[in-house]
């Protein structure tokens, strides 16, 4: 069996979503597994903050829905800037990852950056994240994604947290340029999980854990 | 008369040096569990610490501290901060 296809067969065993992530940084000291299965691939990532704006981690992918290119590189999340509100909090983050591209006996040097900005409320939800992937000569790409959610009910710590959302991708590499997907999720401590349905008529699913 | 005024110190001095306080920090930016979660695990890390509660409705983080221990509030800032919060109020009770 081909490393990839291995590697592929488990990401989608553990879950089925791209990494949508809750935040790329945690506390000091704290670790985050995450995993995302949607209409772009199969992905998992963990990574450890270190400093309080600094996260070091493992990004796997195995891109779908056009080239099936799998990749495999180190992380970097750094927290740009972060706005503490009375009733919310803003953040600018970077990830960055540089490594290797693997795609049709094809090996390549990749390296992706993406920016995350987000709003978060415990009624209200806002994210957008452009990301810039290079792949060798395999391929370049730009995703953009943004994302609004309401929590119909407000819910505190030690109660399941849920989510209405609603999540808009647009990237111009793959066979569907738009893709739509209302999603819940379930929120509980440190446990995320959750579940969409795409206009590619994809299903989505994705999960974090910290611990 | 010293003596009287030794014991006076001693039975009302005494309890209050050997109490634990509770501490409530009021706190911007906490808005889910793994806000609350990264606090509460960076305060368990300090030794001064019996307890940690974390309110996110009325934004508290509330400390209760070991008998005879003791957070002063420039620590609490740094932690909050090195947690990534903000920290707008610190009130204490013995």
Redesign the interface.
Same mark, same amino acid.
């Given at each position: 069996m081909k490393t990839t296809t291995f590697l592929t067969l488990l990401l989608t065993t553990f879950g089925t979503a791209l990494v949508s992530k809750a935040k790329p940084l945690s506390y000091v000291g704290g670790t985050m597994v995450m995993q995302e299965n949607d209409e772009t691939g199969h992905t998992i990532s963990s990574d450890y903050t270190f400093t309080p704006t600094n996260a070091f981690g493992l990004y796997i992918k195995q891109e779908e829905n056009g080239k099936e290119i799998f990749m495999l590189t180190p992380e970097f999340n750094t927290l740009l800037k972060r706005w503490n509100l009375p009733d919310g909090q803003g953040n600018i983050f970077n990830m960055t990852g540089a490594g290797l591209a693997h795609y049709r006996g094809n090996n390549q040097p990749c390296l992706w950056t993406a920016f995350l900005a987000d709003y978060e409320s415990r009624r209200w939800f806002f994210s957008y994240e452009p990301r810039f992937v290079w792949d060798g000569n395999i391929e370049k790409s730009v995703w953009q994604r943004t994302r609004i959610g309401i929590a119909p009910y407000l819910a505190n710590y030690n109660d399941l947290n849920t989510w209405i959302m609603f999540q808009v991708d647009h990237h111009p590499a793959k066979r569907d340029h738009f893709v739509a997907t209302p999603l819940i999720r379930f929120f509980y401590k440190t446990y995320l999980f959750e579940v969409g349905y795409g206009s590619n008529q994809h299903i989505m699913v994705n999960w974090t854990i910290q611990f | 008369m010293k003596k009287y005024l030794l014991t006076i110190i001693v039975i009302f001095g005494l309890p209050a040096a050997v109490s634990a306080d509770t501490i409530k920090a009021t !706190?911007?930016?906490? !808005? $889910?569990?793994? $806000?609350?979660?990264?606090?509460e695990?960076?305060f368990k890390?300090q030794t001064e610490v019996r307890a940690v509660n974390?309110?996110?409705?009325n934004?508290l983080v509330t400390i209760q501290t070991k008998q005879g221990q003791t957070l002063d509030d420039s620590k609490i800032k740094k932690l909050l901060?090195?947690?990534?919060?903000?920290v !707008?109020a610190v009130a204490r009770q013995k």
């Open positions: - | !706190v911007n930016g906490m !808005v $889910c569990g793994f $806000c609350a979660t990264g606090i695990k960076t890390t974390v309110d996110l409705e934004k901060g090195n947690a990534g919060y903000s !707008v």
